[in-house]
């Protein structure tokens, strides 16, 4: 009975992905090469998310960062701050987008919203169209928002395939870079 919902999760996760415009999802690879250090920030299922993509940066040999963490250093210019937010209007995450701009970062988003707070402000918006937390009776199967965060789950590994080509990287070189201390 469990997996009696898989195909009509898969095909609204299709089409959510599928709305990704191109040259936005482009962007924020150029955006990602170009940084001297990638800032991960996220709340809850989104900032899991977004803390899963931060680690496989590293893995590509990238300096990557997840916001909060104890190691985590000062963003400066050059600095790419990288913001999962499914509402886009999360005060804390608002917050440290205008810490990091103020700092001289550039600023990506991914979001449900364009014109979210966090939309409004980023140098460069990429749009899961999904309905919010709070507005998901009807409109999809899934809860609470797990259409934007299964949604962002596979948009992230995208860009890993892409930056893998780019960089040079294959599963073998990234699993080089794979903490061993376990």
């Not at 599928?18 to 250090?37: C, D, F, M, P, W």
Request: net charge negative; charged share 25%.
């Amino acid at each position: 009975m469990a997996f009696m919902y898989s195909e009509e999760i898969l095909k609204e996760v299709r089409e959510a992905v599928s709305g990704i415009r191109k040259e936005e999802a482009e962007a924020l690879e150029t955006e990602i090469e170009k940084a001297g250090r990638i800032f991960c920030d996220g709340l809850g299922r989104s900032g899991l998310c977004c803390k899963g993509f931060a680690m496989r940066l590293m893995h590509l040999g990238l300096t990557s960062y997840y916001v909060g963490e104890t190691v985590t250093p000062s963003v400066r210019p050059g600095d790419l701050l990288l913001v999962c937010s499914g509402s886009g209007n999360s005060e804390a995450l608002v917050s440290h987008a205008r810490k990091a701009k103020a700092n001289g970062a550039r600023l990506a988003v991914v979001t449900g919203k364009r014109e979210s707070t966090l939309g409004m402000l980023a140098d460069v918006c990429i749009v899961i169209a999904s309905p919010g937390k709070d507005e998901t009776d009807g409109e999809t199967i899934l809860p609470m928002g797990s259409l934007f965060e299964g949604a962002s789950s596979l948009f992230f590994e995208n860009m890993v395939l892409a930056l893998m080509q780019k960089l040079g990287e294959t599963s073998g070189t990234m699993f080089e870079r794979h903490a061993n201390l376990e």
